[in-house]
């Protein structure tokens, strides 16, 4: 077993002691079987909320009602979830009610795809009722029970199952991809922040531009905010990223180039990220816009800062179709090379041009600032109190 199941296994010792069952489930023996690496596991047990708390005396209330305890053991932190099924779904979203049972069955049986909804026992015994173990040795995402219905109880599960596709390059079972493609309108009853959670993974993984595709050919784009308009460009995208790797945010900055729409702050919006994730993009893409008319000159890459810059050359480099080979290591040299880096370095201050010219503080104060800035960057004056003032000559 992994280092990281075993370190957990005195919790299912624990458990089972006090007379419940306890097992790893979810993503964790999902992505061990796959040999790949796995930094948190979930336990699942028998035990109620309540008696999972009267086991361990550090616990943290997470989701007590969704029945998710926090257990924490030797500095580690431990999602322990209590068996449940998902009540009645109203409106294709989160159930109304869950409802706590015994049977772990019962509980791998709500889980989404059968490679999820695998169970390992403290000894490292698999139980696996639906073969997910077969789907993963095939590469095959395929729901636990019928598609249909389980893409009707809960849409998310649409854009879980193409984020997988994302992350694992796996194949979607044929029934399931029928599923989805049917109800992937359904998509519209789900709040976009889980959208976009499940998005940005998606955006992360290694077979992109695969989940891309079906994202477009299952229509699924037309019920995610803002894309229904730009199919082409997003199988541009695809394209594009199967030479190279970006980033969630130079990804997005290469969509919302190529996409283009009327307002780029009102189409981020709509995904409902974080504002410095907003204005990261916007800034990639307008550095991207200044280096497709230019070069990296100092004062191009002094006013853009080194990090958007090596991000605006990749996604520019990605569109342009030019290898990336070499070219952050040419960026940082230049980046170090520069007179000055920020403001705050320039040699002179506010207050002494104030003292210089014997003037109140005003406008002419940002103004000739600007000025020096741009003479010391570009060479013309040393960064130096005595020289800058020789050459302003107040
Ligand atoms: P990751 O490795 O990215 O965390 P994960 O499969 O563990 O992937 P989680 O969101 O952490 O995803 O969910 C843990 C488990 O809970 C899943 O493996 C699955 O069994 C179940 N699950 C999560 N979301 C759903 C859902 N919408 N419907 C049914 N089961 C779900
Ligand atoms: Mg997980």
Redesign the pocket.
């Known amino acids: 077993m992994h280092q990281v199941f075993l370190k957990a296994v005195p919790i299912l010792e624990k458990i089972e002691k006090a007379g419940y069952e306890a097992y790893f ?4 023996v ?2 061990y079987l796959l040999g790949k690496d796995i930094d948190d596991v ?1 336990i699942a047990t028998s035990a109620l909320p309540e008696e999972v708390k009267a086991i361990f005396p550090k616990t943290v209330d997470v989701g007590i009602e969704h029945g998710t305890i926090l257990v924490l053991y030797k500095g580690t932190a431990y999602e322990v979830t209590t068996f449940r099924t ?1 009540g009645e779904y109203k409106d294709f979203r989160h159930p109304e009610r869950v409802t706590f049972i015994r049977s772990l069955h019962e509980d791998l049986k ?4 059968t490679m ?2 695998i169970a390992m026992d403290k000894t490292g015994k698999i139980i696996d009722p639906f073969n997910g173990k077969q789907d993963l040795t095939d590469k095959r995402i395929r729901t636990v029970g019928k598609a249909e219905e ?1 893409f009707q ?2 849409a ?2 649409i854009m ?1 199952g193409v ?1 997988f596709v994302s ?1 694992l390059g796996f194949e979607m079972e044929e029934a399931t991809y029928r599923a989805l493609e049917e109800y992937a309108p359904l998509l519209i009853h789900i709040a976009v922040e889980r959208i976009y959670a499940e998005f940005s ?1 998606l955006l992360e993984g290694e077979f992109l531009s695969k989940a891309l595709t079906l994202l477009v050919d299952a229509r699924i784009h037309h019920y995610l905010p803002e894309l229904a308009e730009y199919e082409k460009e997003i199988k541009k995208v695809a394209e594009l990223c199967e030479a190279t790797r970006l980033g969630e945010e130079e990804l997005w900055a290469l969509l919302l180039y190529l996409c283009n729409p009327k307002n780029d702050e009102k189409f981020l919006r709509a995904w409902k990220m974080p504002v410095k994730k907003i204005r990261e993009i916007r800034d990639i893409k307008a550095a991207v816009l200044r280096r497709e008319k230019e070069d990296w000159s100092e004062e191009m890459l002094y006013r853009t800062g080194l990090k958007i810059a090596i991000q605006a050359e990749k996604v520019y480099r990605t569109l342009k179709r030019i290898p990336f080979s070499g070219f952050p290591q040419k960026l940082e040299a230049l980046y170090e090379s520069l007179a000055i880096h920020n403001r705050k370095e320039l040699a002179i201050t506010g207050y002494d041009l104030m003292q210089w010219y014997n003037k109140k503080s005003g406008p002419w104060i940002k103004e000739m600032l600007e000025n020096i800035e741009r003479a010391v960057l570009n060479r013309e004056v040393e960064n130096d109190k005595a020289r800058i003032k020789e050459w302003l000559q107040p």
């Open positions: 489930v979810g993503g964790s999902r992505d979930d998902d709500r889980r989404d795809f999820n909804a389980r109880e809960d998310l599960r879980r984020r992350q993974k």
